[in-house]
Protein backbone atom coordinates (compact mmCIF):
# COMPACT_ATOMS: atom_id res chain seq x y z
CA UNK A 1 0.00 0.00 0.00
CA UNK A 2 1.35 3.53 -1.04
CA UNK A 3 1.85 5.71 2.32
CA UNK A 4 3.61 8.87 3.38
CA UNK A 5 4.41 9.16 6.61
CA UNK A 6 5.70 12.37 8.11
CA UNK A 7 7.01 12.75 11.93
CA UNK A 8 7.05 14.60 14.35
CA UNK A 9 3.24 15.33 14.12
CA UNK A 10 3.96 18.61 16.24
CA UNK A 11 6.59 20.36 17.03
CA UNK A 12 7.08 23.38 19.07
CA UNK A 13 10.52 25.76 18.75
CA UNK A 14 11.82 28.89 19.56
CA UNK A 15 12.29 31.79 17.26
CA UNK A 16 15.49 31.56 15.71
CA UNK A 17 16.16 27.90 15.71
CA UNK A 18 16.83 25.35 13.14
CA UNK A 19 14.43 22.09 12.77
CA UNK A 20 14.47 19.22 10.56
CA UNK A 21 10.99 17.06 9.46
CA UNK A 22 10.81 13.95 8.85
CA UNK A 23 9.24 12.20 6.00
CA UNK A 24 9.16 8.38 4.80
CA UNK A 25 7.59 6.95 2.24
CA UNK A 26 6.44 3.49 0.14
CA UNK A 27 5.35 4.68 -2.82
CA UNK A 28 6.05 2.81 -5.72
CA UNK A 29 7.01 3.57 -9.20
CA UNK A 30 8.65 7.02 -7.90
CA UNK A 31 8.28 9.68 -9.56
CA UNK A 32 8.99 13.40 -7.70
CA UNK A 33 8.13 14.13 -3.78
CA UNK A 34 7.30 17.52 -2.69
CA UNK A 35 7.42 19.43 0.64
CA UNK A 36 4.37 22.04 0.94
CA UNK A 37 3.69 24.80 3.49
CA UNK A 38 0.06 25.41 3.97
CA UNK A 39 -1.12 27.85 6.66
CA UNK A 40 -3.75 27.88 8.29
CA UNK A 41 -7.18 27.83 6.58
CA UNK A 42 -5.13 28.28 3.49
CA UNK A 43 -4.44 26.40 0.59
CA UNK A 44 -1.00 23.95 0.25
CA UNK A 45 2.05 25.93 -1.42
CA UNK A 46 4.94 24.61 -3.10
CA UNK A 47 8.38 24.30 -1.31
CA UNK A 48 10.24 22.60 -3.43
CA UNK A 49 10.06 19.55 -5.39
CA UNK A 50 12.64 16.54 -6.14
CA UNK A 51 12.99 13.81 -9.09
CA UNK A 52 14.66 10.71 -8.18
CA UNK A 53 18.12 12.03 -9.33
CA UNK A 54 18.21 15.31 -6.63
CA UNK A 55 19.24 14.30 -3.20
CA UNK A 56 18.54 17.70 -2.30
CA UNK A 57 17.10 21.51 -2.95
CA UNK A 58 16.88 24.84 -1.48
CA UNK A 59 14.43 27.61 -1.40
CA UNK A 60 15.93 30.11 0.63
CA UNK A 61 16.09 29.15 4.36
CA UNK A 62 14.19 25.88 3.19
CA UNK A 63 16.04 22.55 2.51
CA UNK A 64 15.05 19.35 1.26
CA UNK A 65 16.88 16.26 1.44
CA UNK A 66 15.79 13.05 -0.66
CA UNK A 67 17.44 9.56 -0.31
CA UNK A 68 15.44 7.19 -2.78
CA UNK A 69 17.23 4.11 -1.40
CA UNK A 70 15.61 4.53 2.19
CA UNK A 71 12.57 6.28 0.69
CA UNK A 72 13.19 9.34 3.31
CA UNK A 73 12.97 12.67 2.82
CA UNK A 74 13.98 15.65 5.59
CA UNK A 75 12.66 19.12 5.16
CA UNK A 76 15.20 21.33 7.45
CA UNK A 77 14.35 25.06 8.04
CA UNK A 78 17.00 27.15 9.29
CA UNK A 79 16.70 30.42 11.70
CA UNK A 80 13.34 29.66 12.11
CA UNK A 81 10.55 33.24 12.06
CA UNK A 82 7.64 33.46 13.05
CA UNK A 83 5.95 33.05 10.07
CA UNK A 84 7.15 29.77 9.55
CA UNK A 85 4.56 28.28 12.01
CA UNK A 86 2.23 26.37 9.46
CA UNK A 87 1.85 22.34 8.37
CA UNK A 88 4.32 21.10 6.46
CA UNK A 89 2.87 18.10 4.59
CA UNK A 90 5.21 16.02 2.51
CA UNK A 91 3.73 15.05 -0.74
CA UNK A 92 4.76 11.57 -3.21
CA UNK A 93 3.94 11.48 -6.77
CA UNK A 94 3.93 7.74 -8.35
CA UNK A 95 4.76 7.29 -12.13
CA UNK A 96 2.01 4.81 -13.02
CA UNK A 97 -0.90 6.76 -14.38
CA UNK A 98 -0.68 9.56 -16.46
CA UNK A 99 -2.70 11.25 -13.36
CA UNK A 100 0.65 11.05 -11.97
CA UNK A 101 -1.27 10.29 -8.51
CA UNK A 102 -0.69 12.67 -5.02
CA UNK A 103 -0.15 10.68 -2.02
CA UNK A 104 -0.36 13.36 1.01
CA UNK A 105 1.47 12.77 4.75
CA UNK A 106 -0.64 14.19 7.42
CA UNK A 107 1.41 17.22 8.29
CA UNK A 108 3.69 18.08 10.87
CA UNK A 109 2.33 21.31 12.54
CA UNK A 110 5.26 23.69 13.37
CA UNK A 111 4.65 26.33 15.82
CA UNK A 112 7.65 28.94 16.31
CA UNK A 113 7.21 30.74 19.55
CA UNK A 114 8.89 34.55 20.12
CA UNK B 1 0.98 33.52 -5.34
CA UNK B 2 -0.92 30.71 -8.10
CA UNK B 3 -3.54 32.50 -10.00
CA UNK B 4 -6.14 30.43 -8.62
CA UNK B 5 -9.58 31.12 -6.65
CA UNK B 6 -12.07 30.11 -4.43
CA UNK B 7 -15.30 30.98 -3.48
CA UNK B 8 -17.14 31.30 -0.96
CA UNK B 9 -13.42 31.48 1.40
CA UNK B 10 -16.54 30.02 4.24
CA UNK B 11 -20.08 28.78 4.20
CA UNK B 12 -22.45 28.16 7.00
CA UNK B 13 -25.40 26.12 5.54
CA UNK B 14 -28.23 24.03 6.67
CA UNK B 15 -28.95 20.40 6.22
CA UNK B 16 -30.77 19.51 2.56
CA UNK B 17 -29.50 22.63 1.04
CA UNK B 18 -28.00 22.94 -2.33
CA UNK B 19 -24.70 24.43 -2.79
CA UNK B 20 -21.94 24.68 -5.47
CA UNK B 21 -18.23 25.62 -4.51
CA UNK B 22 -16.36 28.05 -7.33
CA UNK B 23 -13.09 27.51 -8.39
CA UNK B 24 -11.26 29.19 -11.10
CA UNK B 25 -7.89 29.30 -12.64
CA UNK B 26 -6.37 31.64 -15.00
CA UNK B 27 -3.19 29.91 -15.63
CA UNK B 28 -4.92 28.13 -18.61
CA UNK B 29 -4.22 24.67 -16.94
CA UNK B 30 -5.86 22.19 -18.31
CA UNK B 31 -5.79 19.20 -15.63
CA UNK B 32 -8.30 20.66 -11.93
CA UNK B 33 -8.35 18.70 -8.78
CA UNK B 34 -10.65 18.85 -5.44
CA UNK B 35 -9.18 17.77 -2.56
CA UNK B 36 -11.19 17.50 0.68
CA UNK B 37 -9.40 17.83 4.13
CA UNK B 38 -10.13 17.33 7.38
CA UNK B 39 -8.25 18.88 10.40
CA UNK B 40 -5.26 17.07 11.56
CA UNK B 41 -5.52 14.70 8.35
CA UNK B 42 -4.02 14.27 5.00
CA UNK B 43 -5.74 15.64 1.63
CA UNK B 44 -7.89 13.49 -0.26
CA UNK B 45 -9.19 13.07 -3.66
CA UNK B 46 -12.46 13.37 -4.56
CA UNK B 47 -12.71 14.47 -8.20
CA UNK B 48 -10.63 15.44 -11.19
CA UNK B 49 -10.25 16.82 -14.75
CA UNK B 50 -8.04 16.19 -17.46
CA UNK B 51 -10.13 18.85 -19.46
CA UNK B 52 -12.91 20.63 -20.80
CA UNK B 53 -16.06 17.92 -20.66
CA UNK B 54 -14.04 15.26 -18.39
CA UNK B 55 -14.16 14.33 -15.09
CA UNK B 56 -13.49 11.27 -12.84
CA UNK B 57 -14.50 10.44 -9.66
CA UNK B 58 -10.66 10.52 -7.41
CA UNK B 59 -10.15 8.07 -4.54
CA UNK B 60 -12.29 9.29 -1.45
CA UNK B 61 -16.15 8.73 -2.55
CA UNK B 62 -18.04 11.99 -2.31
CA UNK B 63 -21.41 12.43 -2.58
CA UNK B 64 -20.20 15.67 -4.87
CA UNK B 65 -20.24 16.43 -8.18
CA UNK B 66 -18.38 18.17 -10.86
CA UNK B 67 -18.30 19.65 -14.21
CA UNK B 68 -15.99 21.31 -16.43
CA UNK B 69 -17.51 23.04 -19.27
CA UNK B 70 -15.19 25.90 -19.65
CA UNK B 71 -11.08 25.25 -19.06
CA UNK B 72 -10.83 27.94 -16.16
CA UNK B 73 -13.49 26.57 -14.32
CA UNK B 74 -14.44 23.70 -12.44
CA UNK B 75 -17.27 24.12 -9.80
CA UNK B 76 -18.43 21.51 -7.02
CA UNK B 77 -21.99 20.79 -6.34
CA UNK B 78 -23.59 19.57 -3.67
CA UNK B 79 -27.29 18.54 -4.30
CA UNK B 80 -28.80 18.04 -0.58
CA UNK B 81 -26.14 18.98 2.26
CA UNK B 82 -25.08 16.74 5.43
CA UNK B 83 -23.31 17.58 8.53
CA UNK B 84 -20.77 14.95 7.01
CA UNK B 85 -19.81 17.06 4.53
CA UNK B 86 -18.09 20.05 6.94
CA UNK B 87 -14.76 20.23 5.68
CA UNK B 88 -12.33 22.16 4.24
CA UNK B 89 -12.59 21.56 0.32
CA UNK B 90 -9.32 22.61 -2.05
CA UNK B 91 -9.12 23.00 -5.34
CA UNK B 92 -5.88 22.63 -7.46
CA UNK B 93 -4.49 23.07 -11.01
CA UNK B 94 -1.67 21.78 -13.10
CA UNK B 95 -0.53 22.47 -16.30
CA UNK B 96 0.37 20.22 -19.09
CA UNK B 97 3.18 17.98 -18.55
CA UNK B 98 4.37 20.40 -15.26
CA UNK B 99 5.05 18.60 -11.92
CA UNK B 100 4.07 21.92 -10.08
CA UNK B 101 0.28 21.21 -8.57
CA UNK B 102 -0.95 25.05 -7.26
CA UNK B 103 -3.90 25.42 -4.63
CA UNK B 104 -6.67 27.73 -4.26
CA UNK B 105 -6.91 29.06 -0.70
CA UNK B 106 -9.92 26.22 0.07
CA UNK B 107 -13.74 26.42 1.28
CA UNK B 108 -14.24 26.09 4.77
CA UNK B 109 -17.71 23.93 4.82
CA UNK B 110 -19.92 23.80 7.48
CA UNK B 111 -23.39 21.88 7.14
CA UNK B 112 -26.14 22.73 10.60
Known amino acids: KNQVEQSPQSLIILEGKNCTLQ??????????LRWYKQDTGRGPVSLTI?????NTKSNGRYTATLDADTKQSSLHITASQLSDSASYIC?????????????FGRGTQLTVWP | EADIYQTPRYLVIGTGKKITLECSQT?????MYWYQQDPGMELHLIHY???????EKGDLSSESTVSRIRTEHFPLTLESARPSHTSQYLC???????????FGPGTRLTVT
Open chain 2, 92 to 102: ASRGQGAYEQY
Open chain 1, 91 to 103: VVSDRGSTLGRLY
Open chain 2, 49 to 55: SYGVNST
Open chain 2, 27 to 31: MGHDK
Open chain 1, 23 to 32: CNYTVSPFSN
Open chain 1, 50 to 54: MTFSE
